[in-house]
């Protein structure tokens, strides 16, 4: 369009639009052999970017930031963080159920003892595994998606959430111990007493623990989703060896008492769930939850499968900046200009100009 042309196009905010959307195409086509993205995709997908930061007030955008209000729908919001709590404590409940049912129904075999006992037609082996499931639940669980880049542990902390972390753990730590004291009663009053102290102490001693733990957010990111990345080392880093430590404990204590078999099993059962509970708290239910987010909005055509790469694509074409380990648009302007396509397309009204050719 010449100089002239554009003067007649009217008011300023349409020949404003009218460069900004011709800027916008030819960037796209800068490098015609490196596209990996169909151009009204991209625009699409910016302009759900644009949006999500002009309702968030933000001027840069980081991927770990990302929080269920992406979702418009309530319903998927609730489905998005109750999917991968449910998801994991499926997977912890099954193999501790069946291997604590077997360990049991051996043991019964082995010994002439009645290990292999059940309550209200259920075994016990299959109510400890529901009982550590329903916990898992309950640590991977959160509305809101906090990163958790670095781990501190503090008295001040300790003392402030004390009482609702005893609150929390006492249901746990009385379900624990009366399953566990049912199992082992056949082995004389002492060693009732013994296993069940212990697992109710369990788990109240890892609730008040954790209580201490702060996770936090660093101020400084040098590459994109960095902050979930870090979320998942200090998951791993701090639970696996409370597991460990947990785990070699109860293996020896049962061990001790019944046969080596008991002993991996149990070890593991009870290492592995400390584990899992610890790696949640310290990170772990962040990184599910960011993962779990990421995929449903993708599904429902929001965002690629792989936004990092596609931030990237579009920082490539001069359309996004880098800026740290996060992404702003190149202008303010561009990400009015985003934010308006995306409301005419979200009002049902297709948008105009050459973004959307």
Same mark, same amino acid.
């Given at each position: 369009?010449?100089?002239?042309?554009?003067?007649?196009?009217?008011? +300023?905010?349409?020949?404003?639009?009218?460069?900004?959307?011709?800027?916008?195409?030819?960037?796209?086509?800068?490098?015609?052999?490196?596209?990996?993205?169909?151009?009204?995709?991209?625009?699409?997908?910016?302009?759900?970017?644009?949006?999500?930061?002009?309702?968030?007030?933000?001027?840069?955008?980081? +991927?770990? %930031?990302?929080?269920?209000? %992406?979702?418009?729908?309530?319903?998927?919001?609730?489905?998005?963080?109750?999917?991968?709590?449910?998801?994991?404590?499926?997977?912890?409940?099954?193999?501790?159920?069946?291997?604590?049912?077997?360990?049991?129904?051996?043991?019964?075999?082995?010994?002439?003892?009645?290990?292999?006992?059940?309550?209200?037609?259920?075994?016990?082996?299959?109510?400890?595994?529901?009982?550590?499931?329903?916990?898992?639940?309950?640590?991977?669980?959160?509305?809101?998606?906090?990163?958790?880049?670095?781990?501190? %542990?503090?008295?001040?902390?300790?003392?402030?959430?004390?009482?609702?972390?005893?609150?929390?753990?006492?249901?746990?730590?009385?379900?624990?111990?009366?399953?566990?004291?049912?199992?082992?009663?056949? %082995?004389?009053?002492?060693?009732?007493?013994?296993?069940?102290?212990?697992?109710?102490?369990?788990?109240?001693?890892?609730?008040?623990?954790?209580?201490?733990?702060?996770?936090?957010?660093?101020?400084?990111?040098?590459?994109?989703?960095?902050?979930?990345?870090?979320?998942l080392v200090n998951a791993v880093a701090v639970g696996l060896p409370g597991g460990t430590a947990i785990g070699i404990l109860a293996g020896v204590a049962f061990g001790a008492r019944m046969?080596?078999?008991?002993? +991996?099993?149990?070890?593991?059962?009870?290492?592995?769930?400390?584990?899992?509970?610890?790696?949640?708290?310290?990170?772990?239910?962040?990184?599910?939850?960011?993962?779990?987010?990421?995929?449903?909005?993708?599904?429902?055509?929001?965002?690629?499968?792989?936004?990092?790469?596609?931030?990237?694509?579009?920082?490539?074409?001069?359309?996004?900046?880098?800026?740290?380990?996060?992404?702003?648009?190149?202008?303010?302007?561009?990400?009015?200009?985003?934010?308006?396509?995306?409301?005419?397309?979200?009002?049902?009204?297709a948008p105009t100009g050459p973004s959307a050719r």
């Open positions: 369009m010449s100089a002239a042309e554009l003067e007649a196009a009217g008011r +300023v905010v349409d020949r404003r639009s009218h460069l900004i959307d011709s800027y916008i195409q030819h960037t796209l086509r800068r490098r015609p052999t490196g596209r990996a993205y169909d151009d009204a995709r991209v625009v699409r997908w910016l302009g759900e970017l644009a949006h999500q930061m002009s309702q968030d007030d933000q001027t840069v955008f980081h +991927v770990e %930031w990302m929080q269920p209000a %992406w979702l418009s729908s309530p319903l998927l919001r609730i489905l998005t963080a109750c999917f991968s709590p449910l998801l994991l404590g499926v997977a912890m409940a099954l193999p501790t159920g069946y291997a604590i049912d077997h360990a049991n129904a051996l043991g019964a075999r082995l010994f002439g003892l009645g290990n292999d006992v059940h309550v209200a037609g259920i075994s016990t082996g299959w109510l400890t595994g529901a009982a550590i499931g329903a916990l898992v639940c309950v640590f991977a669980f959160d509305r809101a998606i906090r990163p958790a880049e670095t781990i501190s %542990w503090s008295l001040h902390s300790l003392r402030q959430n004390a009482g609702r972390q005893l609150r929390s753990a006492l249901p746990w730590g009385v379900a624990l111990s009366a399953i566990v004291g049912t199992i082992m009663h056949v %082995w004389g009053p002492a060693t009732t007493v013994i296993f069940a102290a212990f697992f109710m102490a369990l788990p109240i001693t890892f609730y008040v623990v954790v209580g201490g733990v702060s996770p936090q957010l660093r101020e400084a990111r040098i590459t994109p989703n960095e902050g979930m990345r870090r979320s046969t080596l078999l008991f002993g +991996v099993i149990d070890g593991l059962t009870c290492g592995g769930s400390v584990f899992v509970l610890t790696a949640l708290h310290t990170g772990g239910r962040a990184w599910l939850h960011h993962y779990t987010l990421r995929v449903m909005l993708a599904l429902r055509g929001r965002i690629p499968l792989r936004w990092v790469r596609f931030l990237q694509y579009a920082s490539d074409r001069i359309l996004l900046r880098r800026v740290g380990g996060g992404y702003m648009f190149v202008h303010g302007l561009f990400l009015d200009h985003f934010a308006a396509l995306h409301a005419r397309t979200a009002n049902g009204s």
